[in-house]
């Protein structure tokens, strides 16, 4: 579903909108947590539309209050959808803001780490890397690290593509988020 997304856009806006269904359904039952359901109906109509803005998906990020596990969830939903919609710049930054999380919910060596997480970070940087190479600052270097970090071990894929990215762009604080990131058990390291 993620490089079909990427290779036409149509089918992800096709999607996505069967999942606002899907939510919007989820949401209407009582015994359900309705406000959750209702807010990620919304966040996924925003990301499915032809031509969104990242930023309008960040703005509905931002008014999701509190800082428990449901809002914490639904703001880094949010800001998964708002990646694909991104520039490259702005896309590490939103991966960098909820990368941790993510990788402590689902842990490297677990399926939705590996079928999901993954292949999800891995296709949006090839993606930028052949589409949008001039995107970098030094794409020959950029592009080259990325498809290289693209096979390098699963365990330590995500961090190698996304120290990569984050080197080309010069964000401030990666670093120690990527430092954080190592630090995070894998699914085999837990057992």
């Known amino acids: 579903m993620v490089s079909s997304s990427l290779a036409t856009p149509e089918s992800a806006v096709t999607f996505g909108q069967r999942i606002v269904a899907l939510c919007r359904q989820l949401a209407e039952d009582e015994s359900g947590d309705r406000e959750l359901w209702q807010v990620a109906a919304e966040l996924f109509e925003l990301s499915s539309v032809a031509n969104t803005n990242a930023h309008v998906i960040v703005a509905r990020v931002r008014q999701i209050a509190g800082d428990d596990e449901r809002a914490i969830a639904l703001k880094v939903l949010g800001h998964v959808l708002a990646t694909w919609h991104a ?21 490297a060596g677990e399926a939705v780490c ?23 600052s030094t794409p020959a270097i950029t592009v080259a690290a990325i498809e290289s970090a693209a096979i390098s071990p699963e ?37």
């Not at 999901?116 to 190479?133: E, G, K, N, Q, T």
């Open 87 to 107: 520039s490259p710049s702005d896309a590490i930054r939103y991966q960098l803001s909820i990368i941790g999380r993510l990788q402590q919910w689902f842990p």
């Open 155 to 191: 365990g330590r894929r995500i961090h190698t593509i996304l120290s990569d990215a984050a080197a080309d762009f010069r964000i401030s604080g990666a670093d120690a988020i990527l430092r954080e990131l190592l630090a995070v058990p894998s699914a085999a390291t837990q057992a």
């Open 114 to 136: 590996d079928l999901l997480l993954v292949p999800h970070i891995v296709s949006y940087w090839r993606h930028v890397a052949r589409d949008r190479r001039f995107a970098f």
